[in-house]
Structures are given as C-alpha cells and as structure tokens.
C-alpha cells in the first residue's frame, strides 16, 4: 500500500513510525512532515489546508489510504473535498467528514450532543457578546473554579480555568468582546469545573463498529506540580492505574456505546479517532470534551504499546470491517516526555539547532517540532521532541525518558521533569 499523512507533528511521527514496521506498505508519505518523520517515509512539504496540492500528491504518488493526524483539515472539510472529487472519492481518508468534526471544532455542539444522546459531562451553557451579562449571571450560579472554553478551536489554548469570580468575568469579556482568541470565541462556553482526575480514551471506529484503543493521561500543564500555563502537552502514561478493566467498561457503556449510537442516529458518518477527554470522579467518567482525531502526547504512549500491524486496523476502517479486527497491546508501562523550546506556550524562536541526537537511547524519540536544514536538525516548534521510553513500572519508564532528554541539546531546552509522579500511588 502506498499511505500518505497529514500534520508534522509527534503523532505524525508516531503513525509513520508505526506504520513503517508493516509489511502491507509499499511507500509512505508524510505531509509536510518533519525531520524524524523522514526516517520512516518520504517527506513532502505542502500546506495542510491546500487541498488542491493534496489531492495532486494523492494522484501522483498512487495514494490508496490517507490518514489525517490534526484536526484543522477535519474541520475545514478534507474528507468531503475527496469524497466531492471523482478523481479521490474511492481513497479512503482516516478522519471524520466536517459534519463529525464539529465535535472537536465546536464546544457548544458537542455539549448538545453529549445532552442529547445522555453522555455524561458538566453542567455548561453558551454565551456570546450579545447576552454578556447573562454569562456573568450564570458565573454567579457557579462555586470556583470557573471554566471558560472558546467554541472554535484554539490550538490548544482556549479553554481558561479561573479561580477568581472577578477574573473569571474580565477574561469572559475578553473572549467575548476583545476577541482575545479570534473568531474561535465569538461563542463561549461556561461549565461547571469537574473534580477528579483526568484521563484520555480513544476509540476507532469505522461508522459502524469500534475499536477501544488503550487509555493514556496527559499532563498539560508547563510548569511542574500542574502549575503555569496550559500547553499542548508536556507528557503522557499509558496504560493509566487507575483506568481498570471495570472503569473501562463504565466509560464504554456510559459514554463510547451512546456517542457511537448517537452519531448514528444523527446521520453522521464518521470514520475515524474519537478522542474523549473524561474526568474520573469518584470512579464515575464524565466527559470533559471530544476530539476528532489522536491526541499529541497520548499518540506517542498509545501507538507504540499497539502489537499488531496498524495498517491493518486503519484497513478495517477503510472498508468497515474494523468488527473483524483485532490487535494487542505491549503489557508494559509506556511514558513520553515533552521537550520544549524556551519561552513555550508564550514566544518562542525557532530554528536552534539540535545536537547530540545520534546516541544510542534506551527510548524511541519522536520528533514534533523539527526541520532538516542542509544536513542539521533544528527547532521548529514550541514542542520540540516527545521521548518515549518502555518499563515494568512508571519509575522505570519515565526514567529512561529523562536520560534522553538530558541528552539531547539545544538551545532553551526544557521539559518536566515530575511526568507520572501523581500515578506512582496507584497500584
């Protein structure tokens, strides 16, 4: 098979990575891609959302599968533009057409799904500039802390929790009124804060059926202990401890059965990764949102704990046999560690150049924010690599990753250095 993918990040690089183990593939492609991804495939440097340079790519290199890692191109319609074209509309494209992603590109209605089809989640209600005061009054209904969400998307930075009624009310006019995240708050979302700890579960699923794949937890926040500011992610666990096979099985009959039931019944086709961010509360799941696609760290934990030849369950996605599909999962205990450029999430410079990256390590390094310069790689990204490393317990695991990362140099390196410390309890 030849297979192309989208995005040019660490999930990107954990796919082609993947994917290159399989013995099904023929030639892969990754789009634009980055340095690591070009030691599993051909790299080719087009803008994600030019979707005419894409389907020329597809034509040219005899693309039979297309697989999108990010969520923008979902959101901006990539899997209708193929099925729309006669040329693409027999390529299957591993992501949900525009009506699925609205799950990920709108707060506001995913909260309505979520209401409509019983999937538990906070309490919340939408606000835009017109009814301002009406969302200060509902803030007033609500015990801190306060959690404000941009409707569209943000790049990962829209969603605020404030502590502060005062702050709470200034930063909605923010959004609201001095568009402090563009056209992606013209609407926000106010919910009730959830108390418990967080968790992320993924399933694939072909329409019909669906794959649960295993659980990881995040750790979003710069600053170790969880303090500073949100970031796409500073590392991730996988498995998660206190994810037994008993909560698994609540959140599968709780809140997967019912958002694949509900799709349906609301004549979505969707075709592909269901990104379900829950908070464990009390053993109880609720859903804090949805995402369209893999989640960037969690790919990087999920991926390489999956046995079986990936190709294979994207195949089944493809042509909707995913019923019949298997695979295992590695028993072990997988961590990532997040290396960041100076001055990430806020400014940042790019292009510092990256040493030490030829040493034997006991961790499989995933580039995410990299470019090839001549024969140097340098950064090109806030996130710069996610370090993932194997072992019997966290310790072990995220051990390994450390000692990467305190190999690898460049410029205004940083990472946390406290990954997995809250698990380590949990037996």
Excluded at 41 to 62: A, C, H, P, R, Y
Excluded at 161 to 168: G, Q, V
Excluded at 326 to 332: K, R, V
Excluded at 380 to 398: L, Y
Aim: hydrophobic letters at 40%; charged letters at 25%.
């Amino acid at each position: 098979m030849n297979i192309l993918i989208l995005g040019s990040g660490g999930r990107e690089h954990a796919f082609a990575w993947k994917i290159a183990q399989s013995k099904e593939l023929q030639n892969l492609y990754i789009a634009p891609g980055n340095a690591g991804t070009a030691n599993c495939g051909t790299n080719v440097d087009i803008d994600l959302n030019d979707f005419e340079s894409i389907k020329n790519l597809v034509w040219q290199k005899d693309i039979n599968l297309v697989l999108v890692g990010p969520e923008d191109p979902l959101v901006k319609g990539i899997h209708d533009y193929f099925l729309n074209d006669e040329v693409l509309k027999e390529i299957p494209v591993i992501g949900p057409k525009k009506d699925g992603a609205q799950l990920e590109g709108s707060k506001d209605f995913s909260k309505k799904f979520m209401l409509k089809h019983g999937v538990p989640t906070a309490r919340y209600a939408t606000f835009t500039k017109d009814n301002l005061q009406q969302g200060f009054d509902f803030i007033d209904t609500l015990e801190p802390p306060f959690v404000l969400k941009a409707d569209g998307l943000a790049a990962g930075k829209g969603v605020l929790i404030i502590d502060d009624i005062t702050e709470a009310k200034t930063e909605l006019k923010n959004m609201l009124v001095d568009a402090k995240f563009g056209a992606a708050s013209t609407k926000v979302v106010i919910e009730e804060f959830l108390k418990g700890i967080e968790l992320s579960v993924f399933v694939l699923t072909d329409g019909k059926s669906y794959k649960i794949l295993p659980a990881a937890k995040d750790y979003k926040r710069i600053g170790e202990g969880d303090m500073g500011l949100n970031t796409g992610g500073m590392g991730a666990v996988s498995p998660v401890p206190f994810a037994d096979e008993a909560f698994i099985k609540k959140v599968e009959e709780l809140v997967v059965i019912p958002t694949i039931n509900g799709l349906n019944k609301d004549g979505i086709d969707y075709r592909g990764f269901i990104f379900i961010g829950l908070m464990n509360c009390n053993g109880e799941p609720s859903v804090i949102e949805y995402n369209c696609r893999m989640g960037d760290p969690e790919t990087e934990v999920v991926i390489p704990r999956i046995k079986s030849d990936f190709i294979d369950l994207l195949q089944g996605v493809a042509t909707q046999t995913l019923h019949e599909k298997n695979y295992e999962t590695i028993d072990e205990i997988a961590t990532t560690v997040v290396m960041v450029s100076g001055g990430y999430p806020e400014s940042f410079e790019k292009g510092k150049e990256i040493t030490e990256l030829n040493n034997n390590f006991d961790s499989q390094v995933f580039h995410s924010g990299t470019k090839l310069v001549g024969d140097k790689v340098v950064t090109n990204g806030g996130r710069v690599f996610a370090i993932t490393s194997f072992g019997k317990t966290i310790e072990e695991a995220v051990t390994k990753s450390f000692a990467t990362a305190d190999k690898i140099e460049y410029q205004g390196k940083y990472f946390r250095r406290d990954i997995g410390n809250d698990l380590k309890a949990y037996k």
